[in-house]
């Protein structure tokens, strides 16, 4: 089993940034792919951004230029930078990863954007 424990979630003014950070623990051998999904009230789970371990990304539009995923193997630890913060960004941000072909998932982390 894989434990994912997300932070740097909050409050912030439109235009604010925020780093969201979650590393991972347990029983850990290669973990390949790491992201972040977000769920805002009423809407269904979407991807924001995802990183492969040898640093592949990619990112949805509505993120791209402003939010930068990153990882840290050596820590099992993946960040998303999120920049020019906007009201349609809150929603619970979710860190996701495959392991084995396994997914495991974080409790999710509030992000606020007030305008």
């Known amino acids: 089993q894989v434990q994912l424990v997300e932070s740097g979630g909050g409050l912030v003014q439109a235009g604010g940034s925020l780093r969201l950070s979650c590393a991972a623990s347990g029983s850990i051998f290669r973990l390949n792919r790491m992201g972040w999904y977000r769920q805002a009230p009423g809407k269904q789970r979407e991807l924001v951004a995802a990183?492969?371990?040898?640093?592949?990304?990619n990112y949805a539009d509505s993120v791209k230029g402003r939010f930068t995923i990153s990882r840290d193997n050596a820590k099992n630890t993946v960040y998303l930078q999120m920049n020019n913060l906007q009201p349609e960004d809150t929603a619970v941000y979710y860190c996701?990863?495959?392991?084995?072909?396994?997914?495991?998932w974080g409790q999710g982390t509030q992000v606020t954007v007030s305008s």
């Open positions: 996701n990863c495959v392991q084995m072909y396994r997914e495991y």
């Open positions: 990183i492969t371990n040898a640093g592949i990304t």
